[in-house]
């Protein structure tokens, strides 16, 4: 029964996943007046925050920035900057003038579903035509935050080579270097069955590397069970559960 129960709750993230990726037309955050913009903008770029990880309706650990250039590539002051996102994603601040930098700086709130949400920055350049960018977050479900919480307990250090300020990777003193959880090209390759094998019995299971240790007396099944959906959350590209059908990516018509 459990086992039926957490590959419907798979299914059913996979699913939520396609359909709010395949949302054509990102809907407003807000109603909150924009402050009028003095000056405009040739290109909007990403400077941090995308694909980033969080409990499904909580705040992203770091703020989403983006930054608004002119031709030259110079940030440009007082571009106005404006978010919008599926329903449920919340902007704090939800539009605002770009600072000295020519950056502009919000805190993102996730919506109650888990998947993947895609959110928009847009501005306006001198022909007052608007200028977007697209930005993916992750949303983690249940099941795939007790997965995250194996992951920084047992996986990290070893399948991420980016060391922290609480955490150093043995990434590079790795012979044979793991892959990174968010290695979608080669894992999602792999099925459930083959990635249970792996976590349970250690790398030699499927004539990988004796270095992947064996955890099938350390996890429980439910708990390999979760760790394997939080590998699907966090793959790039997106991990697609075969059997299921994906909406694809359709433009809004009014």
């Given amino acids: 029964m459990t086992q039926r129960w957490f590959a419907r709750e798979l299914a059913l993230a996979a699913m939520t996943s396609a359909l709010l990726l395949g949302i054509g037309c990102a809907r407003p955050a807000s109603t909150v007046p924009a402050p009028k913009a003095t000056a405009l903008a040739s290109a909007l770029v990403e400077s941090s925050g995308s694909k980033q990880i969080a409990a499904a309706g909580m705040v992203l ?26 329903a449920g994603v919340t902007f704090d601040p939800v539009n605002g003038l770009t600072d000295s930098s020519g950056q502009f700086t919000t805190s993102v709130s996730l919506g109650g579903m888990a998947g993947r949400y895609q959110i928009v920055a847009r501005t306006r350049n001198k022909a007052q035509k608007p200028i977007e960018i697209e930005l993916q977050e992750i949303a983690l479900g249940y099941q795939e ?28 003193n790795l012979e044979v270097k793991p892959h990174p959880f968010t290695d979608g090209n080669t894992l999602n390759q792999m099925s459930d069955a083959d990635l249970t094998a792996i976590i349970s019995h250690g ?20 708990e390999i069970q ?29």
Avoid at 226 to 249: E, M, Q, T
Wanted: net charge neutral; glycine share 8%; aromatic share 6%.
């Fill in 226 to 254: 979760a760790l394997i959906a939080y590998i699907r959350a966090v793959s790039d590209p997106l991990y697609k559960s075969p059997g299921l059908v994906y909406a694809k990516n359709v433009e809004a018509r009014l």
């Fill in 61 to 86: 650990p770091q703020p989403v920035v983006v930054q608004a250039n002119d031709d030259q590539g110079n940030g440009v002051q007082g571009a106005l900057v404006e978010m919008s996102g599926p």
């Fill in 145 to 172: 935050t007790l997965g995250s919480q194996l992951n920084d307990k047992y996986c990290e250090r070893c399948h991420n080579p980016e060391s922290t300020a609480v955490r150093v990777s043995n990434y590079d």
């Fill in 203 to 222: 790398g030699p299971a499927l004539n990988k590397s004796p270095l992947m240790p064996p955890y099938g007396y350390t996890l429980s099944k439910t």
